[in-house]
């Protein structure tokens, strides 16, 4: 009744406040859930079938690219482009996972190859006349919604908290189904599980596949929302960090994990630059990477489940 | 055929302390399996301990590499101690992320020390040449790979005949083993962290009088690094040192036959194809 109570309450708050607070909030808001959104999609492999990915920046950039090329090069609306440019991250997906899982590839040796599948992407999409190589590609501005360009922010507000909802929901289904079962035991304890009969290879396929094509239009809106796309800024190995990060601190595995991290993350970032960016150049950056070693230190668990944790031993808990 | 000549003896020159820089990663993943995030960042910091001497007080990188290689060194003992060591039985994820902390604090303290902008050491010698036969050599570039070679070599025989050296590989063959035979494991971490570091440190010394560096060089580094160790196999210490040379002959080679910006994708292809058939890397008989 209180879980209810309360999800009515910040649901509705969520709602009415786009309209109440200064455009600099709207941008930390939107911020916040679009990297929740990324982190939620990373979380389906990272976090329920524990095969972490230092890569999901290439699935990313195939969403922005292909959705911004098929729009400027064919006309074709983002709002269908974003569908193709997830058929085709699902595709790469199913060929490293086909590679890595094929040949029994697992923890360190799975991310590095996850890593350095997007730096070869990132090297290409820098030689690609099409995509603009170390200039980058600028989306010229159309106010025209059927082109996923809208004035003012409070449109891009609806749609990545939208998006956020989709993608909990999606994650949400899994979590209840077979498939959500069989991965945490592939995460738990993958050779056991593949002793009681789970086809381990074809279920880390179909997360991967899975966790690409939802990071895919995350890529669409991020192009559409910046209007400039650069390889060394959307395939950086920095950017596949700020993917996976969210999860991670918030808690894998767990559906209010990423939302949390993002949250916690976008709040401890929006502090030291508030704070710290106006004396020198780093510092705001080096007071978040103090920040991120203390969480380490101290939640090793993620917020959330050490949250969840806590509140059980609480007597007289409402649940 | 010259160009290719040229540009294999330059990749070698070049491998020598991309060897180097390697064996530090393999020695700290070797002895407590945790992955330096922050490796390319240590380097950065041993590049701009050398600018700095060189800029103040106007000593000579190569000699410099005594007073960085030290500074590293405790800078990674330090890492060690108070945090690599609290998350050694933690899960795989906590510890990138809390290495990535590491290397957010490293390369962000150098941006704030140093700026933005690209620094180089300007020696006297930076531009000197010899030939032989149609081949040019470039004197920093020799000069930069007999160091890297002697300090492998004397990292070689400190762990292969010294009493620490032996402690280090006992702990990195088999930990439990090496405590019940009374290892003092914490010293050997400590110790093997610091070794480590100082690798990479005295690495980023010595290029730095042919490469211009700048705060955000080291994630470059620490993924070379990675790709280096994969290739000769996670640990080994040899094949770090083969792989070293291995990648930087392949990128030198890829900057001729493809593109030079295009360099780095030869090496990313060999790593994906080491992985997928000889994944415990070139020089290791078994996973």
New interface residues.
């Given amino acids: 009744m209180l879980r209810l109570g309360l999800g009515a309450v910040s649901g509705a708050a969520l709602l009415i406040l786009p309209f109440w607070i200064p455009s600099t909030w709207q941008n930390l808001l939107i911020t916040t859930f679009y990297y929740a959104y990324l982190g939620q999609a990373w979380n389906i492999l ?1 976090g329920y079938a524990g095969q ?1 990915s230092l890569g999901h920046a290439a699935f990313f950039a195939i969403g922005a690219y292909t959705s911004a090329v098929l729009a400027s090069q064919y006309g074709l609306s983002p709002w269908l482009g974003m569908f193709v440019g997830a058929g085709l991250a699902a595709l790469l997906s199913l060929g490293i996972g086909y ?2 899982f094929r ?3 697992r ?3 799975f ?3 996850t ?3 997007a ?2 992407c990132r ?2 999409a ?2 690609l006349p099409i995509l603009g190589g170390y200039t980058g590609l600028f989306i010229n501005f159309t106010p025209n919604p059927w082109q996923f360009q809208f004035q003012g922010k409070i449109p891009y507000y609806f749609i990545a908290l939208g998006f956020l909802c989709l993608a909990c929901g999606i994650v949400w289904l899994v979590q209840r189904s077979k498939l959500g079962s069989y991965l945490v035991a592939i995460r738990e304890d993958e050779d056991a599980s593949e002793a009681l009969g789970v086809n381990t290879f074809r279920y880390k396929m179909i997360a991967y596949a899975l966790s690409a094509a939802l990071t895919a239009p995350g890529g669409t809106f991020y192009a559409y929302f910046q209007f400039y796309l650069q390889p060394n800024t959307v395939l950086h ?2 950017h596949s ?1 700020d993917i996976m ?1 969210r999860p ?2 918030g808690g ?1 595995g767990t559906i209010l994990g990423p939302v949390l991290g993002s949250f916690l993350l976008e709040l401890l970032g929006e502090f030291s630059r508030t704070y710290f960016a106006a004396g ?4 705001n ?2 007071i ?3 920040l ?2 203390i ?3 101290f939640l ?1 668990r993620g917020v959330y489940p050490t949250l969840v944790h806590w509140l059980r031993q609480r007597p007289g808990d409402s649940r | 055929m010259t160009l290719y000549v040229q540009a294999i003896v330059n990749g070698l020159l070049v491998g020598g302390v991309y060897s180097l820089m390697a064996l530090g990663l393999s020695l700290i993943f070797g002895v407590m399996r945790v992955i330096n995030f922050a490796h390319g960042d240590m380097m950065v910091w041993g590049m701009y301990l050398s600018y700095w001497l060189f800029v103040a007080a106007g000593v000579d990188p190569y000699l410099s590499i005594l007073v960085t290689g030290s500074a590293i060194f405790l800078l990674g003992a330090v890492i060690q101690r108070g945090l690599v060591n609290r998350i050694l039985e933690a899960p795989h994820e906590m510890q990138i992320l809390l290495m990535l902390g590491v290397a957010l604090v490293l390369e962000n303290a150098a941006l704030m020390a140093w700026g933005p902008d690209p620094r180089r050491v300007n020696t006297s010698y930076g531009l000197s040449t010899f030939w032989l036969g149609p081949v040019v050599f470039d004197l920093p570039r020799v000069a930069t790979f007999a160091v890297a070679l002697v300090l492998a070599l004397g990292l070689y025989l400190f762990l292969r005949r010294t009493e620490l050296g032996r402690m280090i590989r006992a702990a990195s063959d088999n930990r439990i083993g090496a405590l019940l035979v009374g290892t003092d494991i914490l010293k050997v971490f400590t110790l093997a962290f610091g070794i480590g570091a100082a690798c990479v440190g005295a690495a980023g010394s010595l290029m730095t009088p042919f490469l211009p560096f700048s705060p955000s060089t080291g994630i470059f580094f620490t993924v070379t690094s990675f790709n280096i160790v994969i290739i000769g196999g996670m640990g080994s210490l040899l094949g770090a040192f083969v792989g070293g040379l291995l990648v930087g002959v392949s990128e030198s080679l890829g900057a001729v036959i493809l593109v030079p910006s295009l360099k780095e994708i030869v090496s990313f292809i060999l790593l994906i194809l080491i992985l997928l058939f000889r994944p415990q890397g070139l020089l290791r008989s078994s996973r």
């Fill in positions: 990272g972490l590679l890595g040949f029994g590839l923890g360190f040796y991310i590095l190859l890593l350095a599948a730096e070869i090297l290409i820098l030689h190995i920095n960090v990060i991670i601190v894998m020198v150049a780093g510092l950056v080096v978040y990477g103090v991120l070693i969480v380490v230190l090793p």
